[in-house]
């Protein structure tokens, strides 16, 4: 079967729907990639020094005028683990316009017998359709769906999840915008202030400026990377890398409420307030046997070599 491509998009269909399994009763449904350009960008949060803090400290002490500040408020009110802001370089990849819908999900579940995961909190948390992001998914079962695909896709797969740098910069895509796609969250994301409580069918929202659909809100993705409590981190000659490529070094994490492996997840969800969670810069981890009934993920793809 042959698709025309559209500008910035491809339209995939897999093995299933186009090779001699076309036959089942229920094939793949398609999977829209969006082309993400190369580029540069500064990501993450401005974090002041904190010889910056303790200067602005004193002078508040004594009375005298506050210099001018390094970075906004509204940046340092996110803390040190969305910044310090730091320049990467992207290389050109492919990224999924939408976050992957539960009836694509669905023909990994069949394909695979995977009937374990259909529990009764899987079914609840995934009660909004097939055009809903899939929800209840643990990084390791992203993992799995991933490797499932690049099994069946014909001319190789070459599927992953994005790195965490990949996902801002296509989030922010090349604009100055506090969410991804508008400074409005309403524009873009379901959050819980308009959301109802519950999880929407996917590209409802305005898209971003590259064409991607509820980078913010709606469900929380998974990327590649590892959980780190900065982007550098002190006393730490290891940093995330400047070549958009995921951190995945040095991943042991501790403090004082949680120990052991985690890793991030991005983009907030329509269960959560939009300003803590929703930002293009805001981070968040879990457990990567964890999953939550706003978790999902969205699929990257390596250009063809």
């Not at 401005?46 to 910056?52: E, K, L, Q, T």
């Not at 819980?192 to 064409?211: E, F, L, T, Y």
Request: charged content about 20%; hydrophobic content about 40%; proline content about 8%.
């Amino acid at each position: 079967m042959t698709v025309p491509l559209r500008p910035a998009f491809f339209i995939l269909c897999a093995l299933a729907l186009c090779g001699p399994a076309a036959t089942q009763a229920q094939p793949m449904p398609a999977i829209e990639m969006a082309d993400i350009p190369a580029g540069s960008f500064l990501m993450g949060a401005c974090v002041p020094a904190s010889a910056d803090k303790q200067r602005r400290a004193r002078d508040e002490f004594m009375g005298r005028p506050p210099a001018q500040p390094a970075c906004q408020p509204e940046e340092e009110a996110f803390g040190s683990a969305s910044g310090p802001e730091h320049a990467v370089r992207v290389r050109a990849f492919q990224l999924g316009k939408t976050a992957v819908t539960l009836g694509q999900f669905k023909a990994w579940l069949r394909a695979a017998g995977r009937d374990d995961l259909l529990t009764e909190k899987f079914m609840q948390a995934n009660r909004h359709g097939d055009q809903a992001p899939v929800v209840y998914v643990s990084w390791h079962d992203a993992q799995d769906y991933i490797r499932w695909l690049n099994q069946t896709w014909p001319q190789g797969g070459r599927w992953r999840l994005p790195s965490e740098a990949e996902w801002e910069y296509a989030c922010r895509a090349g604009q100055p915008v506090r969410y991804c796609g508008s400074d409005d969250p309403g524009a873009v994301a379901w959050h819980a202030d308009n959301s109802g409580r519950r999880i929407h069918p996917v590209a409802q929202k305005q898209p971003n400026a590259w064409g991607l659909y509820d980078m913010s809100g709606n469900a929380f993705e998974w990327v590649q990377d590892c959980w780190h409590n900065s982007y550098k981190e002190d006393g730490m000659e290891d940093a995330a890398p400047a070549d958009g490529s995921a951190w995945e070094s040095s991943c042991s994490f501790r403090n004082r409420y949680f120990s052991g492996l985690r890793m991030v997840q991005r983009g907030g969800s329509a269960l959560a307030p939009a300003f803590g969670y929703a930002r293009a810069l805001v981070r968040h981890h879990a457990p990567p046997k964890w999953r939550g009934n706003d978790r999902g993920l969205r699929l990257a793809r390596d250009p063809h070599p």
